[in-house]
T-cell receptor, first 111, second 112 residues
Framework: GESVGLHLPTLSVQEGDNSIINCAYS??????FIWYKQESGKGPQFIID?????DKRQGQRVTVLLNKTVKHLSLQIAATQPGDSAVYFC??????????FGSGTKLNVKP | SQTIHQWPATLVQPVGSPLSLECTVE??????LYWYRQAAGRGLQLLFY??????ISSEVPQNLSASRPQDRQFILSSKKLLLSDSGFYLC???????????FGSGTQLSVL
């Protein structure tokens, strides 16, 4: 079954502020993690990934942090925009072929 | 470039009717293919994955089955739908040497 979970189901932030979405995982064998963004009625879109041999990875306005000691993953979005409103999922890759997803965090960006 | 096609976008079916959802991938060969189901407001549950033609692995016991008759074709089926089969079904693929998972646009299935 799924071993990935999220701390907060809903996060509301003001436009322009930074957002932090957290994720906990329980399988220490997981070696690859992905963050996805899902807009209503659409399939999830790849945002950023990180391997277990890294602690941090940056993309355009997004940063993923990995703390293997406490099995915690976070997604930071800088200068949050209305277009960032969506549900965000973290996923872990176990045994290369399998991806397991958390229950998601809904991000609401207030203008 | 690679693309994934999934259809239909929405489907309303009566209880006890059969189901066939199709997914095809273009622009890649020998992809890993996946079927996920998403209940309203929930996360994604892995149903099936396939690493090659005719090779299907099931994650959870259920009323559904999957088949992969061609390298880039993945089909989700049921002989008799249940109310609990309602949900948002997503097909996804990953490259043979690339672990990134890419999703189709999904099928919203309502069983009434």
């Amino acid at each position: 079954g799924e071993s990935v979970g999220l701390h907060l189901p809903t996060l509301s932030v003001q436009e322009g502020d930074n957002s932090i979405i957290n994720c906990a995982y329980s399988n220490s064998a997981s070696d690859y993690f992905i963050w996805y963004k899902q807009e209503s009625g659409k399939g999830p879109q790849f945002i950023i990934d990180i391997r277990s041999n890294m602690d941090k990875r940056q993309g355009q306005r997004v940063t993923v942090l990995l703390n293997k000691t406490v099995k915690h993953l976070s997604l930071q979005i800088a200068a949050t925009q209305p277009g960032d409103s969506a549900v965000y999922f973290c996923a872990e890759n176990i045994n290369f072929n399998k991806f397991y997803f958390g229950s998601g965090t809904k991000l609401n960006v207030k203008p | 470039s690679q693309t994934i096609h999934q259809w239909p976008a929405t489907l309303v079916q009566p209880v006890g009717s059969p189901l066939s959802l199709e997914c095809t991938v273009e622009g890649t060969s020998n992809p890993n293919l996946y079927w996920y189901r998403q209940a309203a407001g929930r996360g994604l549950q892995l149903l099936f994955y396939s690493v090659g033609i005719g090779q299907i692995s099931s994650e959870v016991p259920q009323n559904l089955s999957a088949s992969r008759p061609q390298d880039r074709q993945f089909i989700l089926s049921s002989k008799k739908l249940l109310l609990s089969d309602s949900g948002f079904y997503l097909c996804a693929w990953a490259g043979e040497d690339d672990e990134k998972l890419f999703f189709g646009s999904g099928t919203q299935l309502s069983v009434l």
